[in-house]
């Protein structure tokens, strides 16, 4: 028998995304992560892993933007 080879995993391609906070903004932002024991990456990561992973493909209409998506001023037949 011919000893079997293990197939090479397809490598990663990842992308850069970079924003920028203000000095509160990180103060509080470490501060967090240090009485949570996590990094800042590990806690951005987790609170956006439902908008990076589930919408690959296509995004549901729920989620799309309406024309008229603040009601208020519509008239609703009433007199």
């Not at 906070?21 to 509080?28: N, R, T």
């Not at 992560?33 to 990076?52: F, G, S």
Request: glycine share 2%.
């Amino acid at each position: 028998m011919a000893a079997g080879r293990k197939k090479k995993r397809k490598k990663v391609k990842y992308r850069e995304i970079t924003f920028r906070l203000s000095v509160q903004q990180k103060k509080s932002l470490i501060n967090y992560c240090r009485a949570r024991r996590t990094t800042p990456t590990k806690l951005i990561k987790k609170m956006i892993r439902p908008y990076i992973s589930n919408f690959t493909n296509e995004v549901p209409e729920e989620y799309y933007i309406t024309e008229n998506q603040l009601d208020l001023f519509t008239d609703n037949g009433e007199d």
